[in-house]
């Protein structure tokens, strides 16, 4: 961070109505924007001339800074003293100069002499909040930061309260990237300010760049937990610590622990529990809702719980390998709770659970086709629920070969739902099942007026699409091969990836000309993903970037990146790459909003914010 950059907006916009500041002075309205432009080029020699001449002029301390570190950068150090001590006579109460005599005794190289100015104001401190920050604010503006460190610490000597000025040492700690002092900090801080917890995990993450660092973090956090076992902050804290390591299982252990030792009602373990599934830890998660149930069917969370866990269950069970002997068995459970709380809108969410498992795994489509068009005839349903199992029903009706039934369900819902977002969902689908069947044409028309849809996710399938269309029908050949790729995207349609890929495969071999590749990657990439096979995944989209770099997937690609480093692989600082190139790369994309939130997010950017008015107050202050 520039630590003129304040400074010098605020001299920008004198410099743009000069006379209004200093009246009656023979100085030209451009010199003060010109002094600045030739400092930040680095032409200090240039910039000198004009600064000393503003400088000079009567009530223009405010060039003070930029002028006196002019002559710093031109080593011209005589002039630099004679001007500070002038200051220092004129002002001698003022704490500015004496640190910027300090700073010229730094450049100097005696650093004795300027440790004894700078220990000697704070010796001298009254017991001011407001001093207090003005003299750190100064440090800071002359870049010593750890004596301005040094006094907020004498700041909370002298008021006698370690919790004063935390905001502003955590500020300085990220910027100086002290590890050890913003993990030291926080845990001091949360004691007293829990809310902080959220700032501490997004901060943390932002500079921590190993798994040794997580475990120093580990063992200071327990320390703590020793000296209050029943502090709720730190459990949380220390849960967030073992998760970012993929540790879940010591993450549940001490959670376990905590509701033991408290005798709490298990909400706690119960909200902490979602980390689990959103990291896939689903074993983990199954072992926490066990361990709820056991608390009995009179404990608020036991309900919650066993529809949780069935649903975790559904969620280990779809993704990876599984085996058709315990999908039976997880549908069987979920018939199990139809029929003990009846099939109603509190249960729809077991239904299509139920027929998801019937249509996709269990290879009873018309089972499921059943259930959904039950499902549809309940009353109490809203209409966007019913609109949703509309176009689950209407999935369904193309695995049974029902393909006019599946277009009549997906029109009631677009124009039910015009103009809405599971409109525009029903309106793709049916472009989808066109492009399956080989109707390039009308699918593209579909996409056409998707572009302009107001769902961006929808609106990118639907661009994605209707270029794949517009690029591969240029020819017969391009045709066929399209053909055969929207074979292969029907059978991952219907959940059998193995003979997709194969699909895929022998595109290459049939038409070895056709230009499907980077499409049939991120296919393939999106299997891998199902299959929890994230490496593989993130290694083909890589590909992707690398060899398609004006292709149509390119952006997609990198977003995906970014998401799997974010949360599956565990690797911040590869995710912030990805994210940055497709903010960098392409800022047209659709993903560029989102990227740019998730980036600033992993690097902490909340926090920076707090900075900028830390140094702000800068200009303030003089």
């Not at 630590?3 to 605020?10: D, K």
């Amino acid at each position: 961070m520039n630590r003129f950059f304040f400074i010098i907006s605020v001299l920008l916009s004198f410099g743009a109505n000069a006379q209004i500041f200093r009246p009656n002075q023979q100085i030209a309205p451009d010199e003060s924007s010109l002094a600045i432009q030739y400092y930040q080029d680095g032409a200090y020699d240039k910039a000198v001339v004009l600064l000393e001449k503003l400088y000079s002029t009567p009530n223009n301390e405010v060039y003070f800074d930029i002028y006196f570190n002019t002559l710093l950068k031109l080593k011209r150090y005589d002039v630099a003293e004679k001007t500070v001590k002038k200051e220092i006579k004129k002002d001698p109460k003022s704490d500015v100069y004496p640190i910027a005599l300090g700073k010229l005794y730094q450049e100097k190289g005696d650093v004795q002499a300027a440790d004894k100015i700078f220990n000697e104001v704070i010796s001298k401190l009254p017991k001011e909040e407001f001093r207090i920050r003005n003299l750190a604010n100064n440090f800071y503006r002359f870049e010593n930061y750890d004596y301005a460190v040094q006094t907020f610490k004498q700041g909370r000597k002298l008021f006698g309260d370690d919790q004063m000025f935390v905001f502003e040492l955590l500020n300085i700690y990220r910027f100086k990237k002290d590890k050890a002092m913003l993990m030291q900090e926080y845990l001091d801080a949360l004691a007293t300010m829990p809310q902080l917890l959220p700032q501490a995990e997004t901060v943390l993450a932002s500079i921590f760049e190993d798994k040794n660092d997580y475990q120093i973090f580990q063992a200071a956090i327990l320390k703590k937990v020793q000296k209050a076992p029943d502090a709720e902050v730190y459990i949380q804290l220390l849960t967030w610590n073992y998760i970012q390591q993929q540790e879940f299982e010591m993450a549940l252990r001490q959670l376990i622990a905590y509701d033991k030792r408290t005798k709490a009602d298990g909400g706690s373990l119960f909200n902490a529990i979602y980390t689990f599934v959103d990291n896939g830890a689903y074993e983990t998660a199954i072992k926490a809702y066990d361990y709820l149930l056991t608390k009995g069917k009179d404990n608020q969370y036991y309900l919650p719980s066993k529809i949780e866990m069935l649903n975790t269950r559904y969620n280990l069970r779809t993704s990876g390998k599984y085996s058709v002997a315990d999908l039976d068995l997880l549908a069987k459970d979920y018939e199990t709770l139809l029929e003990e709380n009846g099939k109603n809108r509190n249960t729809l969410f077991a239904i299509k659970k139920l027929a998801n498992l019937q249509a996709y795994y269990l290879n009873k489509p018309a089972n499921a086709e059943k259930e959904l068009e039950n499902a549809i005839k309940m009353p109490g349903i809203n209409d966007q629920d019913l609109g949703q199992l509309k176009l689950d029903l209407g999935d369904i009706y193309i695995l049974t070969n029902q393909p006019w039934e599946a277009f009549l369900v997906y029109e009631q819902v677009s124009k039910r739902f015009e103009g809405q977002p599971i409109g525009n969902e029903a309106r793709f689908r049916s472009a989808k099942l066109s492009f399956y069947q080989g109707n390039f044409e009308y699918s593209n028309s579909q996409c056409l007026v998707l572009k302009a849809a107001t769902s961006q996710l929808i609106a990118n399938d639907a661009l994605n699409l209707s270029l794949l269309i517009s690029d591969n029908i240029q020819t017969p050949a391009d045709s066929n091969a399209l053909k055969m790729y929207a074979d292969a995207e029907m059978l991952l349609f219907r959940n059998l990836p193995e003979k997709a890929i194969k699909k895929m495969d022998s595109i290459a071999i049939a038409y070895p000309q056709n230009s499907l590749s980077d499409a049939m990657m991120m296919s393939k990439a999106r299997i891998f993903i199902k299959a929890n096979d994230f490496q593989k995944a993130a290694d083909i989209l890589k590909k992707v970037t690398e060899e398609y770099k004006d292709g149509i997937w390119t952006d997609d690609a990198l977003f995906t990146l970014g998401d799997l480093y974010e949360k599956k692989l565990n690797d911040i600082t590869q995710a912030k790459v990805y994210f940055q190139k497709l903010i960098t790369d392409y800022p047209g994309s659709m993903f560029s909003a989102e990227a740019r939130k998730r980036f600033r997010n992993l690097r902490g950017d909340g926090v920076s914010e707090s900075m900028v008015h830390f140094v702000s107050s800068l200009v303030i202050s003089h």
